[in-house]
């Protein structure tokens, strides 16, 4: 994965096909990194599944999912309405760049708080990739390598001497300690985005209510105001659960996480009692000060302080999990993305 690569992935209009690319090229930049450090987990590894998932609500498709939960009806009632969701979906039906998309954006339904957070999900995707994707292909590339962020700097320093170290509690944490700093940086820069999908919600009701009361006779208006109010809070709501709900899990290799439980600190050995100072301060940050019980489960996931102390116990307790390593997709998927289309089957 060269860096003319990441600009060409990062180039491409449509983002349902940027965000597939996005994702498998991070595979592909985990995999290079790896071969170098050695075995564990790498910022990429995570980054993979995190886009995958991102994707999902991209799609729109955890809407969806969200629906068959929420309905609670048989999964054969309920087949038919997956299966034409998805079809619609995978054609673009939130995508602007599509024709279905553009005849979707000319609607206004309480689905438009979906819309919007896949807009905001697809612009966070493309932001986090075209920047912390370009350098680690920059950082493969074999040239001359000097990054500007402080905490990139950190990190790539750190993959460096994890690469040179025979120790493997030392070359753990210094893992560890890079895939925390990229984190953080991430998770700041993606603040706006995630705020606006969150909010979306409460915009879109907000835009339904002025649409409803939009008629130049005052008396009917305010009559449509009142009547509007209800329908403004039920959209919200459900608009909220259904975001909400896309936000709040994380889809790896055989295990679905649910972000707003507490994780086990199931941590490998070499990770389990930190020893290097800088990377202890850093824990610390976000790790509450005992005898508080610790517990990782984000209540808001807006909140960048709840995110990173959900984030430490991951990127600890998954570093040695190889099943990441996994390719997200299959060689006829990647065949089929290769050639501009989006694949049929688990995306």
């Given amino acids: 994965m060269t860096p003319d690569e990441v600009q060409r992935i990062a180039a491409i209009r449509s983002p349902v096909l940027r965000n597939l690319q996005i994702t498998y090229a991070y595979s592909l930049l985990a995999a290079e990194i790896t071969a170098r450090t050695g075995q564990g987990a790498n910022w990429c590894t995570f980054a993979t599944w995190a886009s995958r998932q991102a994707g ?26 997956q299966s034409i969701g998805r079809w619609l979906l995978r054609r673009g039906l939130f995508d602007p760049t599509s024709r279905l998309g553009r005849i979707t954006g000319r609607l206004h339904t309480p689905f438009d708080a979906v819309e919007a957070a896949s807009k905001a999900v697809a612009r966070g995707n493309l932001k986090v990739f075209a920047e912390i994707g370009y350098e680690f292909a920059r950082y493969l590339s074999g040239d001359e390598f000097a990054v500007e962020e402080p905490l990139l700097q950190v990190a790539f320093a750190c993959y460096d001497e994890a690469l040179a170290t025979d120790d493997p ?15 953080l940086h991430e998770q700041t820069r993606l603040q706006p985005e995630i ?10 009701a907000e835009e339904l209510g002025r649409m409803l009361c939009g008629t130049s006779r005052p008396r009917l208006a305010r009559v449509v105001g009142v009547l509007a109010q ?8 459900f608009s909220r659960e259904i975001i909400t709900h896309s936000f709040m899990v994380l889809s790896l290799p055989g295990r679905i996480l649910a972000l707003g439980t507490h994780l086990p600190d ?6 389990h009692d930190l020893v290097d100072e800088e990377l202890v301060v850093l824990v610390s940050q976000y790790e509450p000060v005992a005898p ?6 984000a209540e808001d996931w807006s909140a960048l302080a709840q995110r990173m102390h959900y984030i430490v116990h991951l990127f600890r307790a998954f570093h040695a999990h190889s099943d990441l390593a996994s ?20 995306l």
Avoid: S, W
């Fill in 56 to 81: 999902r609500t991209i799609r729109g498709e955890d809407a969806i999912g969200f629906l068959q939960d929420r309905l609670h009806a048989d999964r054969e009632l309920l087949h038919p309405l």
């Fill in 292 to 297: 508080a019980p610790d517990d990782c489960g």
């Fill in 195 to 204: 705020g606006e999908a969150l909010d979306a919600p409460y915009v879109t």
């Fill in 230 to 237: 209800p329908v403004q809070g039920y959209v919200a709501r």
């Fill in 266 to 271: 199931a941590y490998p050995e070499a990770l």
């Fill in 327 to 346: 390719p997200p997709f299959t060689d006829a998927q990647v065949e089929q993305l290769n050639a501009g289309v989006v694949p049929g089957g688990d």
């Fill in 169 to 183: 509690k030392r070359r753990a944490e210094l893992m560890l300690h890079a895939n925390l700093c990229i984190g």
